[in-house]
Protein backbone atom coordinates (compact mmCIF):
# COMPACT_ATOMS: atom_id res chain seq x y z
CA UNK A 1 0.00 0.00 0.00
CA UNK A 2 1.06 3.22 -0.95
CA UNK A 3 0.49 6.83 0.78
CA UNK A 4 1.51 10.40 0.25
CA UNK A 5 1.27 12.85 2.97
CA UNK A 6 1.73 16.48 1.83
CA UNK A 7 2.64 19.20 4.08
CA UNK A 8 4.33 23.03 4.66
CA UNK A 9 0.54 24.43 3.00
CA UNK A 10 -0.35 27.65 5.05
CA UNK A 11 -0.53 31.15 4.26
CA UNK A 12 1.67 33.68 2.71
CA UNK A 13 1.65 37.12 1.60
CA UNK A 14 2.44 38.28 -1.70
CA UNK A 15 6.18 38.03 -2.60
CA UNK A 16 6.60 35.46 0.20
CA UNK A 17 8.18 31.70 -0.04
CA UNK A 18 6.30 28.43 0.98
CA UNK A 19 7.94 25.34 0.85
CA UNK A 20 5.73 22.38 0.33
CA UNK A 21 6.88 18.29 1.25
CA UNK A 22 5.23 15.06 -0.01
CA UNK A 23 6.41 12.42 1.87
CA UNK A 24 5.67 8.41 0.11
CA UNK A 25 5.33 5.99 2.76
CA UNK A 26 4.57 2.20 2.03
CA UNK A 27 6.01 -0.52 -0.69
CA UNK A 28 6.95 2.66 -2.78
CA UNK A 29 9.86 1.74 -5.15
CA UNK A 30 10.88 2.31 -7.63
CA UNK A 31 9.23 5.34 -8.16
CA UNK A 32 9.68 7.02 -11.75
CA UNK A 33 8.07 10.44 -11.70
CA UNK A 34 7.00 13.07 -8.78
CA UNK A 35 5.10 15.99 -9.54
CA UNK A 36 2.84 18.72 -7.80
CA UNK A 37 -0.30 19.74 -9.39
CA UNK A 38 -3.03 22.80 -7.98
CA UNK A 39 -6.56 22.97 -8.22
CA UNK A 40 -7.65 27.01 -7.30
CA UNK A 41 -12.06 26.84 -6.80
CA UNK A 42 -14.20 26.59 -9.78
CA UNK A 43 -10.78 25.91 -11.89
CA UNK A 44 -9.32 22.48 -13.36
CA UNK A 45 -6.60 21.05 -11.68
CA UNK A 46 -3.04 22.26 -13.08
CA UNK A 47 0.31 20.95 -13.45
CA UNK A 48 2.76 22.73 -11.30
CA UNK A 49 6.20 20.72 -11.56
CA UNK A 50 7.46 17.27 -11.92
CA UNK A 51 10.79 15.37 -12.18
CA UNK A 52 11.58 12.03 -13.58
CA UNK A 53 14.75 10.34 -14.62
CA UNK A 54 16.56 13.18 -13.46
CA UNK A 55 14.88 16.15 -15.22
CA UNK A 56 12.37 19.07 -13.92
CA UNK A 57 9.78 20.87 -15.68
CA UNK A 58 7.74 23.42 -14.69
CA UNK A 59 4.31 24.83 -15.48
CA UNK A 60 4.56 28.18 -17.69
CA UNK A 61 2.73 29.92 -14.95
CA UNK A 62 5.14 29.26 -12.03
CA UNK A 63 8.19 29.00 -14.26
CA UNK A 64 11.09 30.79 -12.32
CA UNK A 65 9.35 30.78 -9.18
CA UNK A 66 8.88 27.20 -7.98
CA UNK A 67 11.49 24.46 -7.61
CA UNK A 68 11.06 20.63 -7.77
CA UNK A 69 13.40 18.78 -6.25
CA UNK A 70 13.82 15.32 -3.70
CA UNK A 71 15.41 14.39 -1.11
CA UNK A 72 18.37 11.74 -0.95
CA UNK A 73 16.40 8.79 0.12
CA UNK A 74 14.00 9.68 -3.07
CA UNK A 75 10.81 8.97 -1.30
CA UNK A 76 10.05 13.07 -0.14
CA UNK A 77 9.27 15.75 -2.87
CA UNK A 78 10.02 19.23 -2.17
CA UNK A 79 8.46 21.96 -3.63
CA UNK A 80 9.82 25.53 -3.26
CA UNK A 81 7.62 28.00 -3.87
CA UNK A 82 9.10 32.11 -4.08
CA UNK A 83 8.11 35.19 -4.74
CA UNK A 84 4.25 34.08 -4.38
CA UNK A 85 0.94 36.05 -6.40
CA UNK A 86 -2.36 35.38 -5.41
CA UNK A 87 -2.90 33.67 -8.34
CA UNK A 88 -0.82 30.86 -6.70
CA UNK A 89 -3.78 30.23 -3.91
CA UNK A 90 -4.47 26.73 -4.64
CA UNK A 91 -4.96 23.34 -2.96
CA UNK A 92 -1.71 21.66 -3.76
CA UNK A 93 -1.28 18.11 -4.93
CA UNK A 94 1.53 15.88 -4.90
CA UNK A 95 1.51 12.84 -7.34
CA UNK A 96 3.57 10.05 -7.70
CA UNK A 97 4.38 7.27 -10.25
CA UNK A 98 5.27 3.81 -8.76
CA UNK A 99 5.07 0.44 -10.79
CA UNK A 100 3.04 1.70 -13.49
CA UNK A 101 0.24 3.21 -11.39
CA UNK A 102 -0.13 6.89 -10.13
CA UNK A 103 -0.77 7.89 -6.34
CA UNK A 104 -2.23 11.07 -5.09
CA UNK A 105 -1.68 12.83 -1.98
CA UNK A 106 -4.91 14.64 -0.05
CA UNK A 107 -3.46 17.75 -0.56
CA UNK A 108 -2.23 20.90 1.24
CA UNK A 109 -3.77 24.18 0.92
CA UNK A 110 -1.83 27.33 0.12
CA UNK A 111 -3.29 31.07 0.69
CA UNK A 112 -1.60 34.38 -0.65
CA UNK A 113 -2.87 37.32 0.50
CA UNK A 114 -1.95 40.38 2.22
Known amino acids: QVQLVESGGGLAQPGGSLRLSCVAS????????MSWYRQAPGKEREFVAGSAGGATKTGDSVRGRFTISRDKAGKTSYLQMTSLKPEDAAIYYC?????????WGQGTQVTVTS
Open 26 to 33: GNIWPISS
Open 95 to 103: KMSIRGREY
